[in-house]
Nanobody, 117 residues
């Protein structure tokens, strides 16, 4: 599975961005897709995930109600819609994939999101 993240940039607090993760490779339709982020000086943290086939989503408490994960089967792309952005959302965002019950073994390159106050 290959992952290609894009869509990062600079946005003011209260604004929005949509990140994309293009997916290719083997039978990823059975995988779970995730978004993680890593802020400067901090450990990488889970943002949310979506089971590709069922569309079931999970979110970290810090983004619940502001971020939404979706997928487009025709475009083989997973999205992270980020609304009401805060300066503390500033981080490098990564998309990842795993088989159900397995570890996050597949990672894309990060895309930087900077939220100015």
């Amino acid at each position: 599975v290959q992952l290609q993240a894009s869509g990062g940039g600079l946005v003011q607090a209260g604004g929005f961005l949509r990140l994309s993760c293009a997916v290719s490779g083997r039978t990823f339709s059975t995988y779970v897709m995730g978004w993680f982020r890593q802020a400067p000086g901090k450990e990488r943290e889970f943002v949310g995930s979506i089971a590709w086939s069922e569309g079931v989503t999970y979110y970290a408490d810090s983004v619940k109600g502001r971020f939404t994960i979706s997928r487009d089967n025709n475009k083989n792309t997973v999205y992270l819609q980020m609304n009401s952005l805060r300066p503390e959302d500033t981080a490098v965002y990564y998309c990842a994939a795993r088989r159900p019950g397995a570890s996050w073994n597949y990672w894309g390159q990060g895309t930087l999101v900077t939220v100015s106050s």
